[in-house]
């Protein structure tokens, strides 16, 4: 079992551009939650997707913007970006129903210059 | 709404020594509750969770924490810390009631000095 993966692993792009973030769950989880991890700070809760819907958001702006697939993996996207978009951003599978702890992906890297 | 305070930003402990890293929490339901370790430039990874049952939880690499509701903390602690246990903590609560998302603290980075 691979496990949670993302993709790509770090990313560098300019002000103003637009970038995609990819996620493949743990096999048999349904759910997919993304977070962003600033330096130095904890992961904030950017949204969750079960079932190919936005079950839950946190407090990100429209610029911030999901898709999961039937075959459960997901994306993230950020439209104009700005340097504050700078993060690890982190994936995390879950299976909806469950009691059990999520699962993370080692995180991408974006660096926004 | 959900939150979580690790007081502490940086715990420094001798290996060998006894370690505790601080968690309290708020939720308005039942908490679903959890630890995990981030290591330089890698994801989280699972230590140990909450439910419901003994207050006293078994996770992975020998930590443990205990549930405590009326002081609503949730401390992690290792009775012999390694020098490979240094690394960034995260605890993190779930409101039982529905399928909130997880909220974490801040981290507390956690120093172990051979």
């Known amino acids: 079992d691979a496990g949670v993966t993302q993709s790509p692993t770090h990313l560098i792009k300019t002000r103003g551009q637009q970038v995609t973030l990819r996620c493949s769950p743990k096999?048999?989880?349904?759910?997919v939650s993304w977070y962003q991890q600033a330096l130095g700070q904890g992961p904030q809760f950017i949204f969750q997707?079960?079932?190919?819907?936005?079950?839950q958001r946190g407090n990100f702006p429209d610029r911030f913007s999901g898709h999961q697939f039937p075959n459960y993996s997901s994306e993230l996207n950020v439209n104009a970006l700005l340097l504050g978009d700078s993060a690890l951003y982190l994936c995390?599978?879950?299976?909806?129903?469950?009691?059990?702890?999520?699962?993370f992906g080692q995180g991408t890297r974006l660096t926004v210059v | 709404a959900q939150s979580v305070a690790q007081p502490e930003d940086q715990v420094n402990v001798a290996e060998g020594n006894p370690l505790t890293v601080k968690c309290t929490y708020s939720?308005?339901?039942?908490?679903?509750l959890f630890w995990y370790v981030q290591y330089p430039n890698r994801g989280l990874q699972f230590l140990l969770k909450?439910?419901?049952?003994?207050?006293l939880v078994k996770g992975s690499y020998g930590f443990e924490a205990e549930f405590n509701k009326s002081q609503t903390s949730f401390h992690l602690k290792k009775p012999s810390a390694l020098v490979s246990d240094s690394a960034l903590y995260f605890c993190?609560?779930?409101?039982?009631?529905?399928?909130?998302?997880?909220?974490f603290g801040k981290g507390t980075r956690l120093s172990v000095i051979a």
């Open positions: 995390a599978s879950s299976k909806t129903g469950v009691e059990t702890e999520a699962f």
């Open positions: 096999s048999g989880h349904d759910t």
């Open positions: 997707y079960y079932e190919e819907e936005e079950r």
């Open positions: 939720v308005s339901g039942n908490p679903y």
């Open positions: 909450y439910i419901t049952g003994d207050n």
């Open positions: 993190a609560v779930r409101d039982l009631r529905g399928n909130t998302p997880l909220v």
